[in-house]
T-cell receptor, first 111, second 115 residues
Framework: DQQVKQNSPSLSVQEGRISILNCDYT??????FLWYKKYPAEGPTFLIS?????DKNEDGRFTVFLNKSAKHLSLHIVPSQPGDSAVYFC??????????FGGGTRLMVKP | NAGVMQNPRHLVRRRGQEARLRCSPM?????VYWYRQLPEEGLKFMVY????????ESGMPKERFSAEFPKEGPSILRIQQVVRGDSAAYFC?????????????FGPGTRLTVT
């Protein structure tokens, strides 16, 4: 049973536009959520995180939104750049313990 | 300010051999996590260690796999008698010991190929 799901395996966006990546979770014990970016043959790179006591966290071009009642979070990238093309993973954690990852969404930003 | 180091980056083993994967956490980090990524899948948690202690090994296969994080030196993930299904990318992550800091920082991974 997948506790963290990313239902879109891929997303294509024009440079300069907004990229919205979505993630759903089922475990109510998750209280910390993170987004990672991954290039082929490299480890995941931490992007941004959010605690369950917040509904929004912003860092430069990246904003994460959390809807606890819907058990849904999203990552917004504005404006999208070609260098953002990568696989994006959302991850969830109960009380700062192990991370449970979604299956990833491949983002392609076209020039 | 070195990040998480893993070696080797690539490891080829024949079926039945042993594989040893090493991970040095970021400076100041005392929590180490191991994850495995099978082809076309997301990362799956294996084990969580602090110095000289295994905190959570619920994601580790019961047989052939073991992990340690000694007082001195890197964390080691050991796979005995490897099989083809062990072929995967193995990632190590570390986090600080301070409460409330839950971000985990990943190394570049070790790609294990079992022939």
């Amino acid at each position: 049973d997948q506790q963290v799901k990313q239902n879109s395996p891929s997303l294509s966006v024009q440079e300069g536009r907004i990229s919205i990546l979505n993630c759903d979770y089922t475990n109510s014990m998750f209280d910390y959520f993170l987004w990672y970016k991954k290039y082929p043959a490299e480890g995941p790179t931490f992007l941004i995180s959010i605690s369950s006591i917040k509904d929004k966290n912003e860092d430069g071009r990246f904003t994460v939104f959390l809807n606890k009642s819907a058990k849904h979070l999203s990552l917004h990238i504005v404006p999208s750049q070609p260098g953002d093309s990568a696989v994006y993973f959302c991850a969830a954690s109960p009380f700062g313990n192990m991370l449970t990852f979604g299956g990833g969404t491949r983002l392609m930003v076209k020039p | 300010n070195a990040g998480v180091m893993q070696n080797p980056r690539h490891l080829v083993r024949r079926r039945g051999q042993e594989a040893r994967l090493r991970c040095s956490p970021m400076k100041g980090h005392s929590h180490v996590y191991w994850y495995r990524q099978l082809p076309e899948e997301g990362l799956k948690f294996m084990v969580y260690l602090q110095k000289e202690n295994i905190i959570d090994e619920s994601g580790m296969p019961k047989e052939r796999f073991s992990a340690e994080f000694p007082k001195e030196g890197p964390s080691i993930l050991r796979i005995q008698q490897v099989v083809r299904g062990d072929s995967a990318a193995y990632f190590c992550a570390s986090s600080p010991s301070s409460q409330g800091s839950y971000e985990q920082y990943f190394g570049p991974g070790t790609r294990l190929t079992v022939t």
